[in-house]
């Protein structure tokens, strides 16, 4: 398994922006699709966004298209999302995920293998 690290989180107001990191390590990174989580207090983990292995495919949850962005660099085994716009529905623990050998279209936590300890993200108004 891949063994991934997130970063990045922190406390911004609404409107703001941060960028989230996950750095990969262990395991041929181009191998794994990779996806973004969040799991707000009380609630269940939900998709945020994906990207394929060649970075081809992009999937979004509703709530991010438009203001997240998902990228991963192969070469320096690490994946980001970018995030603006942020308002307090978005505060949450945010999960790197990789998937070995997926498409990058799932949105199912239970596909994904490997995770991130996770990243806080607070936003306040």
């Known amino acids: 398994q891949v063994q991934l690290v997130d970063s990045g989180g922190g406390s911004v107001q609404a409107g703001g922006s941060l960028t989230l990191s996950c750095a990969a390590s262990?395991?041929?990174?181009?191998?794994?699709?990779v996806a973004w989580f969040r799991q707000a207090p009380g609630k269940e983990r939900t998709f945020v966004a994906s990207?394929?292995?060649?970075?081809?495919?992009?999937n979004y949850a509703d709530s991010a298209k438009g203001r997240f962005t998902i990228a991963r660099d192969n070469a320096k085994n690490s994946a980001w999302l970018q995030m603006n716009s942020l308002n307090p529905d978005d505060t949450a623990v945010y999960y790197c995920?990789?998937?070995?050998?997926?498409?990058?279209?799932?949105?199912?936590?239970?596909?994904?293998?490997?995770w991130g300890q996770g990243t806080l993200v607070t936003v306040s108004s």
């Open positions: 995920a990789a998937d070995l050998g997926g498409s990058g279209s799932s949105t199912n936590p239970g596909q994904y293998q490997s």
């Open positions: 262990g395991r041929t990174f181009t191998n794994y699709a």
């Open positions: 990207i394929s292995r060649n970075s081809v495919y992009k």
